[in-house]
């Protein structure tokens, strides 16, 4: 069974910076395309940012620019580093396939405010 495991979020002020972490058990980061989603209070999970196995990205337009996905040689992590976040990124972030195909993990609060 695939477990998802993400870390590194927290309280930032407007304008600063973070750097998320998804540790994913069964070599998935390596075989399927993955994604970081969020979920703000309200509103739907989205898929902000994605990772393909050749290592193609893409984001959703309200963090191009500002967001980056990443994983580490070994595919056995992914990263999201968040730049210039805003109060409106402020959710719990998860990673998955990009098609949500695993059990949710935990997430991880970002919270964006001054």
């Known amino acids: 069974q695939v477990q998802l495991v993400e870390s590194g979020g927290g309280l930032v002020q407007p304008g600063e910076s973070l750097r998320l972490s998804c540790a994913a058990s069964g070599s998935i980061i390596s075989m399927v395309v993955m994604g970081w989603f969020r979920q703000a209070p309200g509103k739907q999970r989205e898929l902000v940012a994605a990772?393909?196995?050749?290592?193609?990205?893409s984001y959703a337009d309200s963090v191009k620019g500002r967001f980056t996905i990443s994983r580490n040689n070994a595919k056995t992590t992914m990263y999201l580093q968040m730049n210039s976040l805003k109060p409106e990124d402020t959710a719990v972030y998860y990673c998955?396939?990009?098609?949500?195909?695993?059990?949710w993990g935990q997430g991880t609060q970002v919270t964006v405010s001054s």
């Open positions: 998955n396939s990009a098609s949500g195909s695993y059990d």
């Open positions: 990772i393909a196995r050749l290592g193609t990205t």
